[in-house]
């Protein structure tokens, strides 16, 4: 079985900074996929920001030049670095990897248990 854990939400004015992680355990042989979305209340998920196959990024107009996405392949590890946020980034924010078990071909999503994030002064 392979588990998601994310941390690094919380409470933060206006204009300021979070870091979000997200790292996978279990049975991985590789990754080929690495994303974050975000739900806000009474609105459907959005994809926020994710690596392509290609290993290219790409991000939510809303988002693009104050999010950045990265990762640590040694780590199973993504991150988001969200900076100068606004209250309009409120929402639970997920990450969602696709997973292949060693020797095995086929990959599965799978979702971190998500973090909230408040943008409030």
């Known amino acids: 079985q392979v588990q998601l854990v994310e941390s690094g939400g919380g409470l933060v004015q206006p204009r300021g900074s979070l870091r979000l992680s997200c790292a996978a355990s279990?049975?991985?042989?590789?990754?080929?996929?690495m994303a974050w979305y975000r739900q806000a209340p009474g609105k459907q998920r959005e994809l926020v920001a994710a690596?392509?196959?290609?290993?290219?990024?790409n991000y939510a107009d809303s988002v693009k030049g104050r999010f950045t996405i990265s990762r640590d392949n040694a780590k199973n590890t993504v991150y988001l670095q969200m900076n100068s946020l606004i209250p309009e980034d409120t929402a639970v924010y997920y990450c969602?990897?696709?997973?292949?078990?060693?020797?095995?071909?086929?990959?599965?999503?799978?979702w971190g248990q998500g973090t909230q994030v408040t943008v409030s002064s």
């Open positions: 690596f392509t196959s290609g290993g290219t990024t």
């Open positions: 969602n990897m696709y997973v292949s078990k060693p020797g095995r071909s086929y990959s599965n999503a799978y």
């Open positions: 279990g049975s991985i042989g590789s990754i080929t996929r």
